[in-house]
């Protein structure tokens, strides 16, 4: 094996993101041969030793690409330090290591992917590629033109103004709506805040699309292996920012 620099062996190792990876070495959590290492040029190969908080490292063989339908009430984390439930117990019949791409908040359901492959968690998660999310939102209030309209144009959240997005009114009953709301960005609880930028009061959220492949008939709080097509989707969707 050539050598590598130890943050994207980390991350090829399935132990976090390359930018996750970089903060655990800056940090001082990561040794190489018995010795800390807080260089992020610092360059390994197959034959190093390398630990992360004193447990060692080595490269998976077999990557592993995972799409879970997270309910309500988990926190999209390895482990919580408040005691929430973590994804992770949703997939504890899952014989390999593998590790959120990119987050659900807590009380968002759907769509999660999880891998041992950094160079796809990476691709999948940096803002660059703009890879398209797309939610299905429940609101209270009523479904405006106007309102669907700021959606797409962008609203001011933090501020900030988001990218274009796109909106549809799936259906409506008195005093509340169902909407699709697709957007590349990756902003904290970011369509929560959209809505309620533009008056809506969001009661449901889910992600049902990202990067070319659907949720599905996955019933929630399962989980399945994508196929060999849905990783290239996936990638290709991120090569080309779809």
């Keep these: 094996m050539e050598e590598m620099r ?32 807080t260089e992020l040029g610092t360059k390994v190969t197959e034959s190093d030793e390398v630990s992360v908080d004193g447990k060692g490292v080595r490269l998976e063989t077999k990557k592993i690409y995972i799409m879970l339908n997270k ?64 939610y299905h939102v429940w609101v209270t209030g009523k479904a405006k033109t106007n309102a669907i309209r700021l959606l797409e144009s962008g609203v001011v959240i933090d501020g900030r103004k988001t990218a274009p997005a796109k909106a549809d009114v ?42 070319g492949i659907n949720l599905g008939n996955l019933p929630l709080g399962r989980w399945r292996h994508l196929s060999s097509a849905e990783v290239k989707v996936i990638l290709k969707n991120a090569e080309h920012g779809e």
């Design 170 to 211: 799936i259906e409506t009953t008195n005093g509340s709506a169902v909407l699709s709301i697709t957007i590349h960005e990756g902003r904290n609880r970011q369509v929560r805040k959209m809505c309620q930028a533009v008056g809506f009061r969001v009661i449901g959220l889910r992600r049902v699309y990202e990067g």
């Design 6 to 37: 130890l943050q994207k062996y980390l991350a090829q190792a399935g132990v976090a993101s390359r930018r996750a990876a970089e903060q655990y070495i800056t940090d001082g959590r990561v040794s190489v041969n018995g010795t800390v290492v």
């Design 71 to 134: 309910p309500v009430g988990y926190v999209t984390t390895v482990s919580d330090d408040h005691g929430r439930p973590t994804v992770m117990e949703l997939i504890d019949d899952m014989n390999k290591r593998v590790y959120p791409v990119g987050r659900l908040d807590f009380n968002t359901e759907g769509l999660l992917l999880l891998s041992n492959d950094g160079d796809f968690t990476y691709k999948v998660t940096h803002p660059k590629h703009k890879l398209d999310k797309t």
